[in-house]
Every structure is written in C-alpha cells, then in structure tokens.
C-alpha cells in the first residue's frame, strides 16, 4: 500500500462516528482524531476516539493498522481506557527500574 498524503487533526464532531480503532459509537460533540489519507485504493478517512489517539501516540506511534481492540481481546481486557492504564503503568515502572539502575550505576 502506498500511502501519498495523510492528514491529521482533532476535530468536534458534527454526528455520531465510530472509533476506527476500538469500534465504539461516540455521540456528536466528541472530539475525535480524524485521520484522512490517500492510497492507491482511494480516500479514507477514519475517527479515533481520545483514549485510542492516546495509546497511538504513545504506544504505537507507526500502528496505522492496529486494532486496539483485538489488543483488549488478547489481553482479556474490555476498553481501551483499561488498555491504557495497562500501558501506562507497565511504562511506568520500567521507568522506575531504569532510573534505579541508572542510580547505581552512578555510584559505581
Ligand atoms: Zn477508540
């Protein structure tokens, strides 16, 4: 797949849209990630709710074709939001082992 052009901004939305990557409906008035782009099939355009832009984002800055929840499912998780909290902690406390073993290092 080539992709040619890609656009991306948070928008309000004007109608319900599903998220492209969790399948959920949110109601209009959401903010959403609209994400167009443009390959040799065509034009698409996909909605991201806040939760799955965040876990892209942060977790899966490449993941164009993830689906956050096949990744719930696989780790027997309901939501994206428990996904996240997940992620968050898990980089979290290896955030914590490598600032202990930097420590030591120091004192070495
Ligand atoms: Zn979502």
Request: proline share 4%.
């Amino acid at each position: 797949m080539t992709e040619l052009l890609k656009k991306f901004k948070v928008v309000t939305t004007r109608k319900p849209h599903f998220c492209g990557f969790c399948e959920r409906e949110f109601p209009k008035g959401s903010d959403m990630g609209s994400h167009v782009y443009v390959d040799s099939d065509g034009i698409h355009s996909i909605y991201t709710c806040e939760t799955c832009q965040e876990i892209i984002e942060k977790y899966y800055p490449d993941g164009d074709e993830i689906s956050i929840i096949k990744i719930c499912e696989q780790d027997g998780l309901k939501t994206p939001e428990e996904l996240l909290e997940k992620f968050d902690k898990a980089f979290e406390s290896e955030r914590i082992l490598l600032d202990e073993f930097q420590k030591k290092q120091e004192h070495e």
